[in-house]
C-alpha cells in the first residue's frame, strides 16, 4: 500500500468560484513564447536582395534618348512599348527592375517622366531599357 491511496480514488475538485477553462485556452498557455519578437521579420528583410542601377554608357543613353525621341514624335494610333526600369527600395540601399508594358499616355519632359496609360509613373533617369516595334520600322526606313 503507498502512502497516497487514500486520495488516488477522489473525485477530481471542481472550483464553485471559477468556471472551468476551455482546452484551447488552456492548450494556448503552453505555446512557444517568442522572446524576440520580430526578429524573424529582421532576419527575413536582411536576407531580401536588391540590386545597385548600373551605371548607363554614353552610347547606352544616346539611345535611350533617341528612343524617347521617336517615342515623343510618334502619332496615333500609339504603339505598345516594353520599358525596365529601375525602382529604389524603400527599406535599404539599392532595388530591383521592373518591367512594364503597355501604352505610353504621355511622355513628360518637364518633369522628366513618362505616364502609361494604366497610371504607371516611370522617372526617365530610371529607365534601363525600352523596346518596341516603332524602333525596328524606324530602322528600315
Known amino acids: 500500500m503507498s502512502k497516497n491511496d487514500d486520495i488516488i480514488n477522489l473525485p477530481h475538485h ?47 543613353k544616346k539611345e535611350l534618348n533617341d ?27 539599392g532595388g530591383s527592375f521592373c518591367t512594364l508594358s503597355g501604352t505610353i499616355k504621355k511622355l513628360d519632359e518637364q518633369k522628366h517622366q513618362i ?8 522617372p526617365i533617369n530610371s529607365i534601363y531599357e525600352i523596346q518596341s516595334r516603332i524602333f525596328d520600322l524606324n530602322r528600315e526606313i
Open 115 to 122: 505616364v502609361m496609360e494604366n497610371g504607371t509613373i516611370i
Open 14 to 60: 471542481q472550483s464553485t468560484k471559477h468556471p472551468k477553462m476551455p482546452v484551447l485556452d488552456r492548450a494556448a498557455q503552453f505555446l512557444p513564447f517568442a522572446a524576440l519578437s520580430g526578429y524573424d521579420a529582421d532576419v527575413k528583410e536582411a536576407s531580401r536582395l536588391t540590386t545597385e542601377m548600373p551605371e548607363l554608357s554614353e552610347d547606352r
Open 67 to 93: 528612343r524617347l525621341q521617336i517615342l515623343r514624335k510618334q502619332t496615333t494610333p500609339k504603339s505598345e512599348v516594353t520599358i525596365t526600369y529601375f525602382v529604389p527600395d524603400t527599406r535599404k540601399e
